[in-house]
Each structure stands twice: as C-alpha cells, then as structure tokens.
C-alpha cells in the first residue's frame, strides 16, 4: 500500500534513505573486514607471494575474513547505490542475494540438525586436518589456541589427537622438543602463573594418563562444544534470529523501494 502527499505518485523517502542507512552500516564493516584481512596477508607475507595460499593444508581464517568482508562490501555497495540512485537493477541484485544467503542459513540450520551425526563426522576431519597444520599458519595457531582456552578442550577427541602433528608426535623418529607434548593452551590454567608458560605441555603425554587430569584438559574439542550448545541453545538462537530478522528487513526495505520505483515509472508512462 502507497501512501502520497500529492495526485501523482512518489518514491518514499523514509525507504530510501532508511535503505541507504541500513547498507552504509554493512558496506564500511565490509571495507573494516578487507582491510584486517590484507593487513594479516601483509604480515605473512601471503600479498607478495599468492602461492603461499595453495600451500597452506588447512584453514586460514583470513580467507573467511576476506570473503565475508568482500560479500559485505559488494552488497552494501549496491544497497548503498541502488537506494540512491534509484536503481532497479541493483537494488534485486541486493534483495535478490540477500533472499539466497537467508535461503542458504535456513538450510543449513535444517541439515545440520537432521543430519547431526554426518555434520560431527566432518567437524571431525575438518579439525584433525587443521591439526596437523597447526604450526604452519599463525592465524590457525591462535584459532585452535582460542577454541582450546575458551572451551577447556585438547584437540578433537582427546589429547592424542595431537599425535597427527608431526612436532607433537610420539613417534621415536620425532626430533622435535614439543614431542609427546600438547600445546600450551590444552593446559590447566594455573592462577598463581602471571605468565603464561608456553612450555607447560611439554612431555605431558609420555606421563600416564591417570596423571593428565591435573595438568591438561582431557575432553576433546567435539564433546566440549556438544556439551556446551544445549547449555547456551538461547543465546544461538536469539543470535539466529536476530541475524534473520535483519535479513527480513533488509529485504522489505528493497522490495517496498523496488515497488514505488516502478509505480512512479508507470505513472510516467501515462
């Protein structure tokens, strides 16, 4: 429904400018997300050589960071336009993409929880793999260490886990000092220690195990966040619902607009 201060029919600035609002908000965290993630590429040195991305085995959060920020910033850009300059074509291009990216979350809320058993399979692999990568890439390093502090957890299943990379393994043909060892951030905080002692998991493997529950976490990373989505299934889902209810926004923004555009364009034929 269109409501107009005069006969003939007009484009409503509180969408327009609401639209544009809406957008310059994402197109500038987009820019904020490029320029974190070349700045990380710049300091490792991945923007004067673009091979050292093909030869990295596991996950390089930067990627993420780029692609998030590279969907935001051309998104936003052509809310930001489309609002303007009252552009047809962008403004569904923006509606249109923001439809399909709301249509992929719901699936995959949907398949991951009917198919729950084959998502742990490959949360599984997909950990294991960044294991034994762990010392390649620094951004990986501090995202296990930070999954690891956070959740209380060493490595996927269990502490043994870390056996698949090759400085922590227990094999006798190891040369390395961290063999046998975990990370430090699979050890047990202790609060007399101002300093965190990066050499606390040294050798913890070769002891028994019997011994492990005083000096390191023994719950995989798996089991520990299973443990703990039940625990806070409130704050994911609000979190949901809130992101879709900005989607849901975003898309009646550009629709409504979408609509008066064409409405003022019919009224002009005639």
């Known amino acids: 429904m269109h409501y107009y201060r005069y006969s003939n029919p007009e484009i409503s600035c509180w969408y327009k400018y609401l639209l544009f609002s809406y957008n310059i908000i994402f197109w500038l965290a987009g820019v904020a997300f490029l320029a ?35 969907v935001m910033f051309v998104l936003g850009f052509a809310g930001c336009v489309g609002a303007l300059r009252e ?23 949907v398949l991951a929880f009917l198919f729950q058993d084959w998502v742990r399979d490959r949360f599984k692999e997909f950990f294991e793999n960044n294991i034994k990568s762990y010392r390649d890439d620094i951004d990986l390093q501090n995202l296990i260490d930070s999954l690891q502090k956070i959740n209380h957890c060493c490595g996927a299943q269990g502490p043994d886990d870390w056996d698949l990379n090759i400085y922590f393994n227990c094999s006798t043909e190891s040369k390395s000092r961290e063999k046998c060892g975990v990370p430090f951030s699979c050890c047990v905080p202790d609060p007399a220690q101002k300093v965190v002692n990066t050499q ?22 798996i089991p520990a966040l299973e443990a703990w989505l039940p625990r806070n299934i ?5 979190a949901f619902i809130a992101i879709s209810l900005l989607q849901i926004f975003g898309i009646f923004l550009a629709r409504s607009l979408i609509s008066d555009i064409e409405v003022v364009k019919a009224g002009h034929l005639f």
Do not use: M
């Open 36 to 70: 974190a993630g070349l700045w990380a590429w710049s300091e490792k040195g991945v923007l004067s050589d673009l091979t050292k991305v093909t030869r990295l085995h596991g996950f390089d959060p930067v990627v993420l960071v780029l692609v998030v920020g590279g």
């Open 87 to 109: 552009n047809i074509c962008l403004l569904k291009f923006f509606c249109g993409a923001i439809v399909l990216i709301f249509t992929l979350e719901l699936a995959v809320a």
């Open 200 to 221: 606390c998991g040294y050798d913890i493997r070769a002891q028994k195990k019997n011994q492990w529950d005083n000096l390191i976490f023994t719950k995989g990373c």
């Open 234 to 238: 409130y704050i994911v889902a609000g």
